[in-house]
């Protein structure tokens, strides 16, 4: 069996599709798995290091407004379903998995083209362009958000990595806190950006260091690897650690009891499976995913959450530290973050992808 995954930018495309490849090579070692990226993504770097198979197809966005760019797509993007259509020919796919971004919309017309099965997985409650386009050609939908839009769609959540699904943050919170060069009774706070980092969180988490340091909190704060020469705090205890960018999520939940970042699909999934309680700060900018992203889990008790501009150093000491300093809090926090999580996504789409191979690749 073959499977081409198409699926790459950010992190939140790409991450999701590894997981699957990942649970496809635990039931079968022997299923061939490609994955399609361009060559300015992050696929780039993270798929290689998984140890799976990257094709690059060139980018091809989309303008969202009529633009002079708009009369060079059409001859761009053909050439990118030509490339795709290639891929598919060489790798003999029996099925493509599409997650979304700038790769699938070629992949899924390349797809098309050559018969080749499809599936769509759409990780946001507002479902992009290429998703949109690609659930109109097959029935073999799912969302990883319960309130998605798709037709056809059904909710299986987000594939995670085993690491993160899986993990026991209490019985590796001691383990995981050395590794930050951090103590083991202090509270801690995870504060990161998605993948590329947010300057918003970056600025008010910093300038609150002082304060945070004040009040006996540690802190690891993934800055984005844009972001390397951004000014840290001066040595001091606690400890306030400042990374661009960290390759060990797993620990960094395990040790943290709080997180201040983005709400991202990928990121609120991992937060939810872990029991992570968090502050929310949507990206401003899209179509307001990220909001809705958050809402169900800040409904449940599981998190806070704030407008991108009301983001401030006295916003985080007067809404997050609080919640450092209570420990009973924080465990009712994240328990309620914990039963809004799913752990076994990347189990159940394998199983749907699976299943629409056996039965013919009816489409």
Partial sequence: MRVVLA?????????????LADALRRYDPSIGVTCLGTERGLETRLVPARGYELALVPAVPLPRAITPQLLTV????????????GILDRSQADVLVGFGGYVATPAYLGARRRGVPIVVHEANPRPGLANRLGARLTEHVFTGHPDAVLPRAQY?????????????????????????????????????????GARAINEAALA??????????????????????????????PQYVVLPYIDRMDLAYAAADFVLCRSGALTCAELTAVGLPAAFVPLPHGNGEQSLNAAPIVQAGGGIMVDNADLTTEWILRNVLPI????????????????????????????KVLGVVAAGGRR
């Fill in 208 to 237: 609150a260091a002082p304060a945070l340091r004040q009040a006996g909190v540690q802190v690891v704060h993934v800055v984005g690897p844009k972001n390397e020469l951004i000014a840290e705090p001066p040595p001091g205890d």
């Fill in 74 to 85: 059409p001859g761009r993007l053909a050439g990118a379903i030509n490339t795709a259509a």
């Fill in 156 to 196: 299986v959540g987000i594939p995670l990595r085993r690491e993160i699904a899986m993990l026991d943050r209490l019985s590796m919170g001691d383990k995981a806190r050395s590794y930050f060069g951090l103590e083991s009774d202090r509270p801690t706070l995870l504060v990161f950006g998605g993948s590329q």
């Fill in 324 to 351: 450092l300093r209570d420990p009973e809090r924080v465990v009712a926090m994240s328990a309620a973050a914990a039963r809004m999580g799913r752990k076994d996504a990347d189990e159940v789409l394998a199983g």
């Fill in 7 to 19: 699926g790459g930018g950010t992190a939140g495309h790409i991450e999701p599709a590894l997981a």
